[in-house]
């Protein structure tokens, strides 16, 4: 499991933009990286954005990592605090780099397609 404090948090999540945060849950859990952000809808449903490092490979050999962002919509379901998840759209976006950054993953946060006007108008509606 990743070891970060909490000045460590707060420091990765100054550097966001757009609303994005580290995703405490995935580091406990998984000990990965990941930047994460939400909207909550009237109707009770989230629409969250994930920015993560997904390795690459060619002919069976690791090539780098490449950022990747994708839109889910978290649907609110007949039992309490569940929520069914739907996948909208995952795409990589950057270029393929060497080694995982938390750097180069906040500044992909202030991408135009991260602002919550363009993600409600494409995905909540």
Known sequence: MAKVTRDQVSKI???CKNGFGLDLERLMVWGEKQLVKEIKLDNGNILRAILYFKDIFAHYEKQGVQPVYS???????????????HTLKSDYVGELIPRRSMKQLQ???????????????????
Do not use: C, G, Q
């Open 107 to 125: 500044e992909l946060t202030a991408l135009d397609i991260f602002a919550d006007s363009e993600m409600l108008a494409k995905y909540a509606a």
């Open 13 to 15: 999540n100054k550097e």
């Open 71 to 85: 839109f889910s919509m978290l649907e609110k379901t007949s039992v309490e605090s569940m929520y069914r998840v």
